[in-house]
């Protein structure tokens, strides 16, 4: 069985993988920023940012403890 943290990176890697699979496709959107008409892109980037942050403030957590 997974760990937690192991869910979370499988989550935050899988919203990557669908954001980059998006930008590469889109007109409106790069690789390193969504383009602000594309809602598809601007929500998968807001998920990907979401989970990234999670996985690093759960990674800090850990250092510091």
Known sequence: ???P????Y???MAAYR????HAETCTACTVQDPGTSC???LRLHESF???Q???????RKQGSS
């Open 53 to 59: 942050d999670a996985y690093n403030a759960r990674l």
């Open 10 to 12: 499988a989550r935050y």
């Open 49 to 51: 940012a979401r989970l």
């Open 39 to 41: 809602r598809g892109g």
């Open 1 to 3: 069985m997974s760990s």
């Open 18 to 21: 669908a954001y980059t699979d």
């Open 5 to 8: 943290t192991d869910d979370l």
